[in-house]
């Protein structure tokens, strides 16, 4: 008992895209296990190495790690199609994804008609869509709680395709209520059957994966004491119970999402690694208090290259918002802050930081229940900037000054302190404070 390893958590604090990839990548080495918890192929985490650059949606970002076990847990949502096309991007050899590569029998499969639903619903929305990523995450785990959903364990049983079909049917009809006639549906730049065919294909490789109790599996790695790195998809102000709703995904990505999307209990998790951008980015529709909408945003944008990884859309960009920033932190019981993305305000001379709200005429250091358009002015603390490229800088006391106190006001206002800072989208460019 005594020899007990714990779950660290590693989530992002903000709209997600905070560098979550990268910041897995970097850790991995020190951890034996990575397990993804939530969300699906709506994730994009980027890693680069060797002059080469990988995005993973589904699979942990431990993938490239030779002796790591990658897990996908129970909370996370798989599309075959999506999993099995992300593994030959890797280039890694099916040995490896077969030793490195363990799937939950629990976690639930994305049909086809999941996106046929996902697309119906965002389009009768009209003007108040949530700008989805289009990959079916919403009806999935719709299914889920509604006690209809397909999981990976039942691709095992001679039922599977019976219960396939008849979920599909309820999909199209529910579809063709929405107005969205399944011929009409354009999916991956193909029609409904040619995807569909390829789901099949897609099955038929997963069944070569390793497929485990992963709540168990998982519980004996501890017991055996081998640390276990969760990595969070989206981000803390994404979460269905806490973020912008409706304007969420729909899982639970705060840390409390680690436990139930793993099988594990509170009283196992061990550090939450929060991670920030030294601004902020969004996605996809719904509030956002310091957005800018300017040549400043635009700049932030070029330098940061602020385009989803996903879908390729333009992220929206803005400053820094401390009052959203805090919110995550007490959410997820911060023990370490993580800040990336440090060397794309290099060259701006001013920065401002959000430090609280004017709502209805009123000063307020909360994220009201509700934020209608332009009700919402942030009140900002405006700071030099730093003026000097960091990207070569590996020690923390050679940061410049003014980085050094953008650093010391943001772990005043959250108290939590910031352990590692990210200063480029390389593995190596990284700082440990
Ligand atoms: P994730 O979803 O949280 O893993 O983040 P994404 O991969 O979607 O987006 C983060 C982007 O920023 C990727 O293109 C990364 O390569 C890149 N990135 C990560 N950390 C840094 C950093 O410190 N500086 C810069 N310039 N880019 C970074
Ligand atoms: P990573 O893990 C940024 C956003 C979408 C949309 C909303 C709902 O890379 O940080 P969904 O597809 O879940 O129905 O979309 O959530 N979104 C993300 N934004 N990064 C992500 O993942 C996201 N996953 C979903 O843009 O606004
Ligand atoms: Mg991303």
Known sequence: MTNTAKVDVLLGLQWGDEGKGKIVDVLAPKYPVIARFQGGPNAGHTLEFENKKYVLHTIPSGIF?????NIIGNGVVIDPVTLQLEISKTGLSFEHIYKSLL?????????????????????????????????GIGPAYTDKYA???????????????????????????????????????VVDNGSFSDYEKRWFDSIEYLKKLQFIDSEVYVNALLEKGMPI??????GSLLDVDFGSYPFVTSSNTVAAGACSGLGIAPSK???????????????????FPT??????????RDIGRE?????????????????????????NGVT???????????SFETLKICTSYIFNGKEIDFIPYRIEEKMLQPVYKVVPGWLNDITNCRDYNDLPANLKEYVRFIEEFVNVPVKIISTGPDRTEIIYK
């Open 65 to 69: 790690h030779q002796n790591a076990v």
């Open 103 to 135: 799937i939950s029998r629990k976690a639930h499969l994305i049909l086809p008609s999941h996106r046929l639903l996902d697309f119906a619903m965002e389009q009768i929305k009209g003007e108040a869509k949530i700008g989805s990523t289009l990959k």
């Open 147 to 185: 006690r209809a959903g397909l999981r990976i364990g039942d691709i095992e049983f001679p039922t599977f395709i019976e219960n396939y079909e008849k979920l599909k049917k309820n999909h199209i009809q529910q579809a063709e209520y929405l107005n969205c006639k399944l011929n009409d549906f």
């Open 229 to 234: 790195l969760a990595e969070g998809a989206q």
């Open 269 to 287: 998790v061990g550090k939450v690694y929060g991670i920030f951008k030294a601004y902020c980015t969004r996605v996809g529709s719904g509030p």
């Open 291 to 300: 957005e800018l909408f300017d040549e400043v945003g635009q700049k932030m």
């Open 307 to 331: 385009y989803g990884s996903t879908t390729g859309r333009p992220r929206r960009c803005g400053w820094l918002d401390l009052v959203a920033l805090k919110y995550a932190v007490v959410l």
């Open 336 to 346: 370490d802050l993580i800040m990336t993305k440090s060397d794309v305000l290099s």
